[in-house]
């Protein structure tokens, strides 16, 4: 997988990017480019451009003078934040709390990412935090809680870890499927109803966003969506999960 740079209409832009496990496994990564009613842009996510993608991109929003913010949406994904605040150094930076601890070196605004006080900020999208499971899990190796953004002009959801593809899907294009996130039942908090209240969530977000038809996910590049097939993938995903979650 290589760089490479989505336009999906209506001024949503996904960039499918690289990161590799070890130095040798490229998983992919991801950040979004939305440009707002106000002909400003915000990213979704950081990741450092380079080359033809960043030429792009710089082209499109005035050699990013016009990149009004960047939502850091994923609490876990770091690594690139503190070079796409210099490369963008006008831009107002948000992220949660544990990137403010672990990227100390960036001015973060005081606002968190998924306070209501940004969403407000921001209302050509929409977003949702996961219910039942930690947004910021205390083991470190469990990832699967992100703030979600969905771009209603465009029908897209950019998702990070939460929502995954089922790994070696030939037929992805013509069936595509969603899954959640392998570490989600680790990820479930402690109270009774964790699991319940996980799956209620994703069921609910099924309905209330279903005429989504691309889904930008970091580490399983953009699956497109015919009518209704979106709300179908995931409600099937909670359907199979929802047994061990509940029973976590």
């Known amino acids: 997988m ?18 590799k ?16 009613d106000s002909g400003r842009f915000i990213f979704l996510d ?11 991109v710089m082209s499109l929003t005035n050699n990013g003078d016009d990149v009004e913010a960047i939502l850091n949406l994923h609490p876990f994904h770091t690594i690139h934040c503190a070079q796409m605040a210099k490369d963008f150094p006008k831009a107002i930076v ?37 219910k039942g499971i930690y947004y910021i899990s205390p083991n470190e190796m469990v990832h699967a809680s992100s ?4 771009h209603p002009a ?6 990070d870890d939460t929502f995954v593809t089922p790994p070696a899907k030939i037929l992805q294009a013509v069936m595509p499927e969603l899954g ?20 209620d969530w994703a069921e609910n977000l099924a309905e209330k966003w279903e005429d989504i038809r691309h889904v930008c996910a970091a580490h ?29």
């Not at 950081?46 to 792009?56: A, K, M, P, V």
């Not at 959640?180 to 799956?199: E, M, N, S, V, W």
């Not at 590049?221 to 995903?237: N, P, Q, R, T, Y």
């Open 180 to 199: 959640i996130h392998p570490t989600t039942k680790k990820a479930l908090t402690d109270q009774p109803t964790a699991g319940r209240d996980y799956c």
């Open 21 to 36: 496990i070890g130095g040798l496994i490229n998983i992919g990564t991801q950040c979004s480019l939305v440009k707002l």
């Open 94 to 130: 948000y992220g949660s709390e544990r990137h403010k601890i672990k990227v100390p070196e960036v001015d973060w605004a005081e606002d968190l990412v998924e306070s209501k006080a940004v969403a407000e900020r921001y209302p050509e999208l929409e977003f949702s935090l996961p």
């Open 46 to 56: 950081s990741y450092t451009l380079t080359g033809e993608i960043r030429d792009e």
């Open 220 to 248: 399983s590049d953009v699956i497109h969506f015919e009518a209704g097939g979106f709300k179908a993938a995931l409600l099937k995903a909670i359907e199979k999960a929802r047994p061990k979650l509940e029973n976590a």
């Open 147 to 150: 703030l979600l953004a969905y």
């Open 154 to 159: 465009s029908k897209t959801l950019h998702v």
């Open 2 to 19: 290589s760089d490479k740079i989505i336009d999906l209409g209506s001024g949503f832009w996904n960039i499918q990017g690289t990161f």
